[in-house]
């Protein structure tokens, strides 16, 4: 079965850095397009970034400039280097597969979530 796999997730002050890694297994990883949504206590989820096939990234406005997701398709994995962080990413972060996702879809696979804590 499909599984994503999030992981370097935790706590830093405001201004630092986190990187989010994500391990997808039974699926054909070339085939989807994949992201980040986050989930903050109290809020809807939003989508974050996604990369599509050909590499091409989109960003939320939130993040433009500071968060840079990218893959490994050897891998099978992706990348959220979260940089300039601010309290108010503190966010469950989830990772996310979908071959329509990144031409409107919604992703098909979510992963279990990894926490990120900003203090200011």
């Known amino acids: 079965q499909v599984r994503l796999v999030e992981s370097g997730g935790g706590s830093v002050q405001a201004g630092g850095s986190l990187r989010l890694s994500c391990a997808a297994s039974g699926l054909t990883y070339s085939s989807y397009c994949m992201g980040w949504f986050r989930q903050a206590p109290g809020k809807e989820r939003e989508g974050v970034a996604r990369?599509?096939?050909?590499?091409?990234?989109t960003y939320a406005d939130s993040v433009k400039g500071r968060f840079t997701a990218s893959q490994d398709n050897a891998k099978n994995t992706l990348y959220l280097q979260m940089n300039s962080l601010k309290p108010e990413d503190t966010a469950m972060y989830y990772c996310?597969?979908?071959?329509?996702?990144?031409?409107?879809?919604?992703?098909?696979?979510w992963g279990q979530g990894s926490q990120v804590t900003v203090s200011s």
């Open positions: 996310v597969a979908g071959r329509m996702f990144c031409s409107g879809g919604y992703p098909e696979y």
């Open positions: 990369i599509a096939r050909d590499g091409t990234t």
